[in-house]
């Protein structure tokens, strides 16, 4: 079976709709927590079904330095493996190679492994083999991403060497059940992501990654930039917005066209103390808490939101951290996959301008100010 994209509804540029994939059905727009290395930290496979995640998202640099393909194939594939069962994305590790320090040339990336200091070698063909044989149900391309800000010079040659891979990627896939997903950059240049993404879509893909973007640059930069990218992407074919997690962020993009998103920043701002709630931000380490028997959030429904008060995380994050994070990785996962819940919703119904306008209300840039607590999102 090959993977297919369904458009069910649309409010403007805004799209809802379907993704088939050979470990089930995902309603886009939808928001991928990370499992980088196979389980998204302090929160079990059993609790990301109970949330209702749809997609997970892993990373093949990670996966691939340990446990190891073969590891992985020989217990049934990447969704077995972790005990999630449902559709899986994966990351080629190029943002990794970029955060670490890699070197880039034109045949592929070179790497010292984070675990053992070891020389690793990664090239286009080389993670399309290891992306089929992690049996994953969408596999991104391997690409140059460029932290911004850069000199166009160095945006340019990051595109013609992306574009080249996704090339030889694209030839060296195997596996027609899995989708196979290019990768646009360009940084925050708009008339550089409109090239590149005519580039990509013109070597064909199941689906296309906007990535390289969310790594220091403006929310309206960030925006701008994807509206750019996708002038130029079919619009039968569903659009990943990479490592965005920002509600602002997010409710924008979905307007644009966006079909999905993926980030850490839920779970790592929970591990800090950081719940993300209707009213924003909301930090609970400060002692003002400790006597509160408020809900992280009241107009939440998760369990921790159900069963537990303020008082007991703020108290928790002094004394067991491990348990605060894992109560608050709950809840703002719950938030997150509600956030994109309730922007289905409002394009079935033609209601996505008046549910933006609300969500600006509370998440907006300014939201960074004394309203709200905020924490850095990578």
Known sequence: MRPSFRIDATDGTARAGTLTLRHGLVPTPVFMPVATRGMVRLVPPATLHELGVSLLLANTYHLALRPGADVVAALGGLSAFTGFGGPMLTDSGGFQV??????????????????DGRRVRLTPEGVVELEERFGVDIAMVLDVCTMLPAERAALQVAMVRTTEWARRAA???????????????????EDLRREHASQIAEIGFDGYGIGGLAVGESAPATLAAVAAALERLPADRPRYLMGVGDPYLIAHAVELGVDAFDCVAPTRLARHGIALTSQGRLALRPSRWLGSDEPVD?????????????????????VDAHSAGALLSVHNLSFQLGL??????????????????????????????ARTEAAPDR
């Open 98 to 115: 970029m955060s670490l320090g890699g070197t880039v040339d034109d045949d592929g990336v070179t790497f010292r492994s984070t675990y």
């Open 171 to 189: 030839a060296a896939r195997r596996d027609e059940a899995q989708a196979l997903f290019g990768i646009v950059q360009g940084g925050s240049e």
């Open 340 to 369: 994109l819940r309730d922007l289905r919703a409002a394009i079935r119904a033609g209601t996505l301008a008046g549910l933006v306008r609300a969500l600006d209300e509370v998440w907006a840039p300014s939201w960074r100010s």
């Open 298 to 318: 009241p107009r939440c429904g998760c369990s921790t939101c159900r069963t537990v008060p303020r008082g007991l995380v703020a108290h928790l994050l002094r």
